[in-house]
């Protein structure tokens, strides 16, 4: 089973800028579309950014034109950059296939935004 092991996350000013990444232990970016998912306290979970095999992209509306989904195929990784941050993305944010499968959770990383 592939494991993904998400970094990056920490505390930043509003309006500043972060780069996730997530690790996949296995090439699995050709074969399956990854996500990026969020969860804030008090909150459900929530996609934030998809990227399919071909490369095409969606994103929450909340996110459109300040977050940026990627991969590299030859380190396994795939990114979120986030621009332009605000104190309402604050939250745990995680990788994933897409649609996720429970098996794949990994341990998240922390995105502080203050205001």
């Known amino acids: 089973q592939v494991q993904l092991v998400e970094s990056g996350g920490g505390l930043v000013q509003a309006g500043g800028s972060l780069r996730l990444s997530c690790a996949a232990s296995g090439s699995i970016f050709s074969i399956s579309a990854m996500g990026w998912f969020r969860q804030a306290p008090g909150k459900q979970r929530e996609v934030v950014a998809v990227?399919?095999?071909?490369?095409?992209?969606n994103y929450a509306d909340s996110v459109k034109g300040r977050f940026t989904i990627s991969t590299d195929n030859a380190k396994n990784t795939v990114y979120l950059q986030m621009n332009s941050l605000k104190p309402e993305d604050t939250a745990v944010y995680y990788c994933?296939?897409?649609?996720?499968?429970?098996?794949?959770w990994g341990q998240g990383t922390q995105v502080t935004v203050s205001s």
């Open positions: 990227i399919t095999p071909g490369g095409s992209t």
């Open positions: 994933n296939l897409a649609p996720f499968l429970d098996d794949y």
